[in-house]
């Protein structure tokens, strides 16, 4: 068992293991969670008590979740003087699963993203965010019900990885000496090169070819008929066009994927089925998910892409108050659940914003242990709540005769519907 400096791990209840077949998840699994800032003890508050009804009403006594509280951000400094203290990255590593609320990064100065640096830590490479319609969520689009695809966003690479350097600091003055001595070429690019701040953005072949490995088996789990890789490899083409061709060599060698004439695409089969591999510019996605969103399925982009393609795609399918997401590593089975928004600071202790996004994270992480049952109970009370016409602000600003629900009471609405 993890030894820590301030956490006490729950009496009841065990660790989720990794074995050979697969995840082990016991009946009264331990469950870290990070409350998160800003509005992340509304969405928590509400969510903890969604996931845990929906489990009684699937089990009964049988399965309980021991939730565990570890900290980070706000909470973790106020407490403990620390942003990400490493208690809270044992207690992930020592259960495995987790699900956390959104954690605030400063613009410009000040602490790096402590959610970058928790999927980072742990090694979590896939950011997986489904992006689906419930009948009745006010959308800007005319058919929104056509959006139906999954992003897996590369989580650990790109210029996430944090390798910058501050316009005058003496890292940036060292960065740009090694530039000009030994790319002169390169170099005179810079167009101003006394005030220029500099980011690197690594892209290796292990980080493309297991992030389109986890959306190629995806794919195949889930019936789906594509995968895209989206990149502008047009432009940076050592890093977003290798993520391309890498991710057409995988597609080649491990899943036997055959070229299809006039062009880069491929198809090979699964089960019956004709599954299609093909890329497309990032910018053209963007209109593309707009004009023809059906012709795409599953999603698998680089880190930066993908964090711009969740939020677009969200906001189609009724915004980001009901986008959630996980963060995966398929091998070690580390898994942090998280929604796709932030901690939208103006809302925060109103109990006003949307739950739905951390809630449907929480589904995403039962159907992850094979609670599928309880996971069940989570979408049908969201496509009757929502039917119901009984929604938070951000809907209901929308929306003809609905009920405006605080935040709790959407936790409500939906224990009621389970
Ligand atoms: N994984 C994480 O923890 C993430 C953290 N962040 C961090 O969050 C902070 C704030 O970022 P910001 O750019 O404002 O983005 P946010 O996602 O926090 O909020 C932007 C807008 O999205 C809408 N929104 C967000 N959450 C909800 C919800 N639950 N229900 C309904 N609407 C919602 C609101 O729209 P409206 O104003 O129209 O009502 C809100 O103003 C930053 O520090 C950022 O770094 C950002 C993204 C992810
Ligand atoms: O870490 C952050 O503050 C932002 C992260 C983000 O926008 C995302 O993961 O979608
Ligand atoms: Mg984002």
């Not at 009496?11 to 800003?38: K, N, W, Y």
């Not at 299609?276 to 990032?282: G, H, M, N, P, Q």
Request: hydrophobic share 40%; aromatic share 10%; with cysteine.
């Amino acid at each position: 068992m993890a030894e820590y400096q301030h956490l006490t791990t729950p009496t009841d209840g065990e660790s989720i293991q990794m074995t050979a077949d697969g995840l082990h998840v016991p009946d009264r699994p331990i469950v870290p969670f990070i409350e998160g800032d800003g509005i992340g003890p509304d969405i928590w508050a509400a969510a903890s008590r969604v996931l845990d009804a929906a489990v009684e009403k699937a089990y009964g006594d049988d399965r309980q979740i021991e939730w565990f509280e570890v900290f980070a951000g706000e909470k973790a400094h106020d407490q403990f003087g620390e942003w990400l203290p490493q208690d809270t990255l044992d207690a992930i590593d020592a259960h495995l699963v987790a699900i956390k609320g959104p954690l605030t990064t400063p613009v410009g100065g000040g602490i790096r993203s402590l959610n970058v640096a928790l999927r980072q830590k742990l090694d979590l490479y896939a950011c997986v965010r489904p992006v689906r319609y419930f009948t009745g969520v006010p959308s800007p689009v005319k058919e929104p019900e056509k959006v139906d695809m999954v992003i897996f966003r590369e989580n650990t690479e790109d210029i996430y990885a944090g390798i910058e350097f501050e316009n005058g600091t003496d890292a940036a003055e060292t960065f740009k000496a090694l530039l000009k001595e030994h790319f002169p070429d390169r170099f005179q690019n810079v167009r101003f090169p006394d005030t220029a701040g500099f980011g690197i953005k690594p892209v290796s072949k292990e980080g493309t070819e297991r992030l389109v490995k986890a959306a190629m088996d995806y794919a195949i789990a889930d019936g789906r008929d594509s995968v895209t890789l989206v990149h502008k490899g047009n432009i940076m083409k050592f890093t977003e066009g290798a993520f391309r061709d890498w991710g057409y060599e995988l597609a080649d060698r491990e899943y036997g994927a055959q070229k299809l004439d006039g062009g880069p695409w491929r198809t090979f089969e699964r089960d019956g089925r004709t599954i299609t591999v093909k890329d497309v510019i990032a910018d053209a996605f963007l209109q593309q998910i707009l004009t023809r969103p059906d012709e795409y399925g599953v999603i698998a982009t680089l880190n930066l892409n993908g964090d711009y393609v969740s939020d677009a795609l969200a906001a189609e399918v009724g915004g980001i108050g009901i986008a959630p997401g996980a963060n995966i590593n398929y091998q070690t089975g580390k898994a942090i659940f998280e929604a796709t928004h932030g901690t939208a600071p103006k809302y925060a202790g109103q109990d006003k914003v949307n739950p739905s996004s951390v809630i449907l994270s929480g589904e995403m992480m039962l159907r992850y242990m094979g609670w599928t049952e309880a996971a069940d109970k989570i979408i049908d009370a969201m496509e009757t709540t929502i039917q119901q016409k009984r929604v938070t602000y951000d809907f209901h600003r929308q929306m003809e005769g609905a009920t405006k629900l605080k935040c709790s009471e959407f936790g409500d609405a939906l224990i009621e519907n389970m």
